[in-house]
Nanobody
Framework: QVQLVESGGGLVQPGGSLRLSCAAS????????MGWYRQAPGKQRELVAS???????NYADSVKGRFAISRENAKNTVYLQMNSLKPEDTAVYYC????????????WGQGTQVTVSV
């Protein structure tokens, strides 16, 4: 059973920063892609950023230049550094681990709330 535990969310003022962490119960090298998604009230869940086992990254246009995804394989942890936060970044942020292939699958964390407000 794969477990992903997010942490680091909270309340921050516009322009502030937060760093989210996603700790996996097994080696993140087991997964082809690790990603951060978010879901705001009344909206669909959307991809924020992803990173492959080869360290290729992908970002939503709305966060390019402000957010950075990284991985620390030795700690089985993926991070999302969020800078210059805006009220529209307010959402529950979820970590996702994806393994491709016939025996693959996708696994989600429980989410962490990020609120950007004065």
């Amino acid at each position: 059973q794969v477990q992903l535990v997010e942490s680091g969310g909270g309340l921050v003022q516009p322009g502030g920063s937060l760093r989210l962490s996603c700790a996996a119960s097994l080696s993140i090298l087991s997964f082809n892609t690790m990603g951060w998604y978010r879901q705001a009230p009344g909206k669909q869940r959307e991809l924020v950023a992803s990173i492959t086992v080869g360290d290729s990254t992908n970002y939503a246009d709305s966060v390019k230049g402000r957010f950075a995804i990284s991985r620390e394989n030795a700690k089985n942890t993926v991070y999302l550094q969020m800078n210059s936060l805006k009220p529209e970044d307010t959402a529950v942020y979820y970590c996702k681990a994806t393994k491709w292939g016939p025996y693959g699958g996708a696994y989600w964390g429980q989410g962490t709330q990020v609120t950007v407000s004065v």
